[in-house]
């Protein structure tokens, strides 16, 4: 049985990726590709948790509190995914989870993955997409703030750029654990992927051809421009880690239309300066070429929505922007969440 193992990477279209696969169980599963449930729903979330014996986030997403329970979600899990092989009779399984990409950072957790899977199948190709690092950046920024971060846009330091942004370290790890002849790399970006689509050059990979049977899920474009992050940034500092940000961050989707946020054009470039190496080495050894222009991997950044270094927010804006917001919960019927709020100091 021949398994293709996606790992992501992070902010590369994943979750679109895993919602279509979800949703096409069935007219895959009569091509003969099988997307299994037991890892997870849609974002196969065990394989990275069978893998990393330390706590995590997932431990606490899979309710493990220590390494005994970690060991019991090891066997039941291992028994619960033998059985659904077992039950379906399919030549191919797709299995696809991006913190395979970001949470194992050693060759070790890497071998534990393995040998996890290879009782299971005879063939494992690993197959990661990759993102120019100061879009990846600016994207990680967003998500942490969405979810309550309240850190500016940064340079990360060298330990987070080695093991998040060094696509050649990331690569290596895993060539060094399932072989390099088994590494299939992709670059995100219309330009790079077939018909301009994540979807289409996957399933191109794993030997699929577009049909009218498959549903594609509607991508939500979830972006806050440079303007409205900044605001909700500023905001998460006066908010507790417990209140809900859902409706005000849908609110401030439907509001952001100006430029996406970025680094300075310095700091930019000396981040992607930084990562040229990296990315020189991965353009050879996995495209055997180096783009002529712009950075050795990924080129010159493709042209679309302006962005911008993060704005200075001023009271008056703020204050117009957290109207607006009030106006729209108002229309929709939402209520404010009633939870912890800031307290008003006379200035």
């Not at 849609?42 to 995590?56: F, G, K, M, P, Y």
């Not at 120019?132 to 309550?148: C, E, P």
């Not at 190496?277 to 010159?300: C, H, I, K």
């Amino acid at each position: 049985m021949k398994l293709y193992l996606h790992i992501g990477t992070e902010k590369t279209g994943t979750t679109s990726l895993q919602k279509f696969m979800a949703a096409n169980r069935e007219p895959l599963e009569r091509r003969g590709v099988y997307y299994p449930r037991s890892p997870g729903v849609e974002n196969h979330i065990a394989l990275t948790a069978v893998a990393r014996r330390n706590r995590s986030e997932l431990w606490d997403q899979l309710r493990i509190n220590d390494r005994e329970q970690w060991e019991t979600f090891r066997r039941d899990f291992r028994q619960k995914f033998s059985m659904e092989l077992a039950e379906h009779h399919a030549q191919t399984v797709v299995m696809s989870g991006e913190h395979c990409s970001s949470r194992l950072r050693s060759d070790e957790e890497v071998h534990r993955l393995l040998e996890f899977l290879d009782r299971f199948f005879t063939e494992i190709t690993v197959i990661a997409y990759l993102r120019r690092q100061d879009d990846f950046l600016a994207s990680t920024h967003s998500t942490d703030v969405k979810n309550g971060g309240t850190q500016p846009l940064q340079i990360p330091d060298a330990e987070t750029i080695a093991f998040r942004y060094d696509y050649w370290e990331l690569l290596s790890r895993w060539a060094r654990v399932f072989g390099r002849e088994n590494i299939v790399v992709r670059r995100c970006g219309k330009t790079f992927l077939s018909n301009g689509s994540l979807i289409d050059d996957f399933m191109g990979i794993v030997g699929l051809v577009s049909s009218p049977d498959f549903d594609r899920p509607e991508v939500l474009n979830e972006s806050l421009d440079a303007e409205c992050l900044e605001f909700l940034r500023l905001m998460n500092v006066h908010l507790q880690p417990s209140d809900q940000r859902r409706g005000i961050v849908s609110t401030l989707q439907a509001l952001s239309k100006g430029p996406l946020i970025d680094l300075p054009a310095a700091e930019r470039a000396d981040f992607m300066g930084q990562l040229s190496e990296s990315n020189r080495r991965v353009a050879l050894e996995y495209f055997q070429e180096l783009l002529p222009v712009g950075d050795p991997l990924f080129g010159e950044r493709e042209n679309g929505r302006q962005r911008i270094p993060p704005p200075q927010m001023s009271a008056e804006r703020a204050i117009a922007i957290a109207a607006e917001i009030y106006a729209q919960l108002r229309a929709s019927g939402a209520k404010l969440h009633r939870g912890h709020r800031p307290q008003v100091v006379a200035s």
